[in-house]
């Protein structure tokens, strides 16, 4: 079973807002990571967060974490029609192992 | 510095045919993952392959069975497909020994049982 969970599984803006992806998970965790996959190729990796950090930055890209909650989000800033794609998070366990996908956002950005 | 490569593109099957899926991974890198991944779901894994042995196993039955070269390279093999395999195959690679590490996944294989 798939312990990461984004919310919402579908979102749709206009070129040049905010997008936020929210990922909740069940057990304890290493470390959390956020991939891109466009038209259901390879995915993409985006940032990783320890389970020791709060937020971390790249580029146009935020992600906090909050392991009280056990959640994550993923916030694209100015967002680009070449940002529709499917986001998913994968969290890996204590060992650092064990990478578990939640089922995904597909993300439509309008131009 | 070349990424994962994963052979074929797509791959078309009939019931009960066995099937071998070839990745190698990302320069440098030693672990291999394989991941199973439905349409409008994100990936399963499958198992995962270091120093040419099966190091973890997902929830998957025993008609999946790799293989590790000692170039890293993996091979997944399905036997006796199922309709209910038909799906796109990750490969991704890492290296092992860190706390923390990134996967580096493959473009896939896309394969349809019929």
């Known amino acids: 079973s798939q312990q990461g969970e984004e919310d919402p599984q579908a979102l749709s803006i206009q070129e040049g807002e905010n997008a936020t992806m929210n990922c909740s998970y069940k057990?304890?965790?290493?470390?959390l990571q956020w991939y891109r996959q466009n038209s259901g190729r390879g995915l993409v990796h985006l940032i990783l967060?320890?389970?020791?950090?709060r937020e971390k930055h790249s580029g146009r890209l935020r992600v906090t974490l909050d392991t009280s909650k056990k959640s994550s989000s993923l916030l694209i800033t100015a967002s680009r029609a070449a940002d529709t794609a499917s986001y998913f998070c994968?969290?890996?366990?204590?060992?650092?192992?064990?990478?578990?996908f939640g089922p995904g956002t597909r993300l439509s950005v309008l131009p | 510095d070349a990424g994962v490569t994963q052979s074929p593109t797509h791959l078309i099957k009939t019931r009960g045919q066995q099937v071998t899926l070839r990745c190698s991974p990302k320069?440098?890198?030693?672990?291999v993952s394989w991941y199973q991944q439905a349409l409008g779901q994100g990936p399963q894994f499958i198992f995962q392959?270091?120093?040419?042995?099966?190091?973890q196993r997902g929830n998957f039955p025993d008609r999946f069975s790799g293989h590790q070269f000692p170039n890293y390279s993996s091979e997944l093999n399905v036997n006796a497909l199922l309709l209910g395999d038909s799906a796109l195959y990750l490969c991704?690679?890492?290296?092992?020994?860190?706390?923390?590490?990134?996967?580096?996944f493959g473009p896939g294989t896309r394969l349809t049982v019929t």
């Open positions: 994968a969290t890996a366990d204590n060992y650092g192992q064990n990478f578990v």
């Open positions: 392959y270091y120093e040419e042995e099966e190091r």
């Open positions: 320069s440098g890198h030693d672990t």
């Open positions: 991704a690679s890492s290296l092992s020994g860190r706390a923390v590490y990134e996967q580096y």
């Open positions: 057990t304890s965790i290493n470390n």
């Open positions: 967060i320890r389970s020791n950090e």
